[in-house]
């Protein structure tokens, strides 16, 4: 399992996606540090950090959440690829060994994701610490970018599964349609269209106001539908002929 | 005192296997025996049915039937490939071989062979994707020898291969057919002038 994890990491680490991967990450720094305000003076945040922080964090929050979406999807395409494919017919030669060859696959994506929040909370932590007066509460943080990983990792296996089913690379623009629609949904609200309320039950939701993070409804629903795509991704890519 | 070495009979036994794409695509009711001690030639057509029987073996295709072989190690190459661009020949064949059991000793002794044979040295640090067709097909079979299998399944291993690179692989293989099970798809039977080769006539997913 362990070589397959290699084989996965170094297939999705080229220098192209490197490159692409890093660009990431410093937009990320670059949007933090541009949510910060610093250009005001620390002595005009300090003046009052608790209104700052609550808007610094729904502006980074909201550009943490699309950055790791968009990179979580693309990541999951380029795992998904013909050429990442292919290499089902070079090193598998049982079930047991495809299996592992897509767990593999599976991990390297939701580890390379995880990694991706990893170093945006950090930043986060670092920069409000060492740069502004605002008091940071780690919980509040920790609690909206669990939201972020579940919702990446819920986009990764819903680009895993639709791969395994359509096998063809224009079907990513469907979970990225979903997201970007999701992001347009004003919430919390009183009425949500059918498709909203479909989208919303569907797709990992939450918000942050007022220093919480306000979700649709509980991570254990979504999970149902994570489960089920994931169990019929596995079962497809372990059982369908290899063309 | 002479010590007699036996060597092992490495087989593969297909019985009723039937792979059907279509009501005349795929293979049907195949009943086949191969043995290790010469080269298996499979010929026939394009769309005969030859790549599907040894996905079948491959396990990379469902089927109804049964192929009986121990677990050996088997090296297959295929013939329509994609091949991960951006690794390095020297990565991706340590990949293949780490994941097929190799350790990094005999991966390094192995390789050097290898790559010596198909005078792919000074290519072992480029990129795949800057070689040539010729060039990868040398690699696309390089991954399938690089763990020393017992089973060698290649499937149009001469395509696109130069004439000195055809005669280092057949002769290679040659050697490796006495101890090995080889099973070879291709259109050029002639090219394998070895006494001991069996030939296996593919027509509309049937032996003939």
Same mark, same amino acid.
């Not at chain 1, 997201?179 to 479909?198: A, G, R």
């Not at chain 2, 043995?35 to 010929?43: A, F, P, R, W």
């Given at each position: 399992?362990?070589?397959?994890?290699?084989?996965?990491?170094?297939?999705?680490?080229?220098?192209?996606?490197?490159?692409?991967?890093?660009?990431?990450?410093?937009?990320?720094?670059?949007?933090?540090?541009? #949510?910060?305000?610093?250009?005001?003076?620390?002595?005009?945040?300090?003046?009052?950090?608790?209104?700052?922080?609550?808007?610094?964090?729904?502006?980074?929050?909201?550009? *943490?959440?699309?950055?790791?979406?968009?990179?979580?999807?693309?990541?999951?395409?380029?795992?998904?690829?013909?050429?990442?494919?292919?290499?089902?017919?070079?090193?598998?030669?049982?079930?047991?060994?495809?299996?592992?060859?897509?767990?593999?696959?599976? /991990?390297?994506?939701?580890?390379?994701?995880?990694?991706?929040?990893?170093?945006?909370?950090?930043?986060?932590?670092?920069?409000?610490?060492?740069? #502004?007066?605002?008091?940071?509460?780690?919980?509040?943080?920790?609690?909206?970018?669990?939201?972020?990983?579940?919702?990446?990792?819920?986009?990764?296996?819903?680009?895993?599964?639709?791969?395994?089913?359509?096998?063809?690379?224009?079907?990513?623009? *469907?979970?990225?349609?979903?997201?970007?629609?999701?992001? #347009?949904?004003?919430?919390?609200?009183?009425?949500?269209?059918?498709?909203?309320?479909?989208?919303? @039950?569907?797709?990992?939701?939450?918000?942050?106001?007022?220093?919480?993070?306000?979700?649709?409804?509980?991570?254990?629903?979504?999970?149902?539908?994570?489960?089920?795509?994931?169990?019929?991704?596995?079962?497809?890519?372990?059982?369908?002929?290899?063309? | 005192?002479?010590?007699?070495?036996?060597?092992?009979?490495?087989?593969?036994?297909?019985?009723?296997? #039937?792979?059907?794409?279509?009501?005349?695509?795929?293979?049907?009711?195949?009943?086949?025996?191969?043995?290790?001690?010469?080269?298996?030639?499979?010929?026939?057509?394009?769309? @005969?049915?030859?790549?599907?029987?040894?996905?079948?073996?491959?396990?990379?295709?469902?089927?109804?039937?049964?192929?009986?072989?121990?677990?050996?190690?088997?090296?297959?190459?295929?013939?329509?490939?994609?091949?991960?661009?951006?690794?390095?020949?020297?990565?991706?064949?340590?990949?293949?071989?780490?994941?097929?059991?190799?350790?990094?000793?005999?991966?390094?002794?192995?390789?050097?062979?290898?790559?010596?044979?198909?005078? /792919?040295?000074?290519?072992?640090?480029?990129?795949?994707?800057?070689?040539?067709?010729?060039?990868?097909?040398?690699?696309?079979?390089?991954?399938?020898?690089?763990?020393?299998?017992?089973?060698?399944?290649?499937?149009?291993?001469?395509?696109? /291969?130069? @004439?000195? @690179?055809?005669?280092?692989?057949?002769?290679?293989?040659?050697?490796?057919?006495?101890?090995?099970?080889?099973?070879?798809?291709?259109?050029?039977?002639?090219?394998?002038?070895?006494?001991?080769?069996?030939?296996?006539?593919?027509?509309?997913?049937?032996?003939?």
């Amino acid at each position: 399992m362990m070589n397959y994890l290699k084989l996965q990491f170094n297939y999705l680490f080229s220098s192209i996606f490197i490159i692409c991967y890093a660009i990431v990450l410093i937009v990320i720094v670059l949007g933090l540090v541009f #949510t910060l305000n610093l250009e005001m003076g620390y002595q005009v945040l300090d003046l009052y950090p608790e209104e700052y922080l609550k808007t610094f964090l729904v502006e980074s929050g909201l550009l *943490v959440e699309v950055m790791v979406s968009i990179t979580a999807i693309f990541i999951a395409t380029v795992l998904s690829s013909k050429t990442n494919q292919v290499l089902v017919f070079f090193t598998t030669e049982n079930r047991r060994q495809r299996a592992n060859f897509f767990l593999s696959r599976y /991990l390297a994506a939701f580890l390379s994701t995880i990694l991706s929040i990893a170093f945006a909370f950090i930043s986060t932590v670092i920069l409000v610490n060492w740069f #502004t007066p605002f008091p940071l509460r780690l919980a509040i943080l920790i609690n909206l970018f669990a939201w972020i990983i579940y919702q990446a990792i819920f986009l990764q296996v819903m680009v895993f599964f639709l791969f395994a089913i359509f096998n063809h690379f224009l079907i990513l623009t *469907v979970p990225i349609v979903i997201f970007w629609y999701k992001k #347009t949904i004003l919430f919390p609200s009183d009425y949500f269209s059918d498709l909203e309320t479909v989208i919303l @039950s569907f797709v990992p939701s939450f918000t942050l106001i007022n220093d919480n993070v306000i979700i649709y409804q509980e991570g254990v629903i979504y999970l149902i539908g994570l489960t089920v795509m994931f169990m019929i991704t596995v079962l497809v890519n372990i059982y369908a002929d290899c063309k | 005192m002479n010590k007699a070495i036996k060597l092992e009979n490495i087989n593969i036994t297909i019985n009723n296997l #039937t792979k059907a794409y279509s009501k005349d695509k795929g293979v049907f009711d195949l009943n086949l025996s191969l043995n290790s001690g010469g080269i298996n030639l499979l010929i026939g057509k394009n769309g @005969s049915g030859k790549s599907t029987l040894l996905k079948c073996i491959m396990k990379l295709i469902s089927y109804s039937g049964n192929i009986e072989k121990k677990r050996w190690r088997i090296g297959y190459a295929p013939e329509y490939y994609i091949m991960p661009d951006f690794f390095t020949v020297e990565e991706f064949l340590y990949n293949i071989g780490r994941i097929k059991g190799l350790g990094k000793a005999a991966y390094h002794d192995h390789s050097i062979y290898l790559l010596k044979m198909f005078n /792919l040295e000074s290519y072992r640090h480029k990129q795949i994707r800057s070689l040539s067709n010729g060039m990868k097909q040398k690699v696309n079979l390089l991954q399938a020898l690089i763990h020393d299998p017992k089973i060698i399944i290649l499937d149009e291993p001469l395509i696109a /291969l130069d @004439s000195e @690179s055809q005669k280092n692989l057949l002769s290679y293989l040659h050697e490796l057919a006495k101890t090995r099970l080889v099973i070879i798809s291709t259109h050029s039977p002639e090219k394998f002038r070895y006494k001991s080769r069996n030939i296996i006539e593919i027509v509309n997913g049937r032996i003939q």
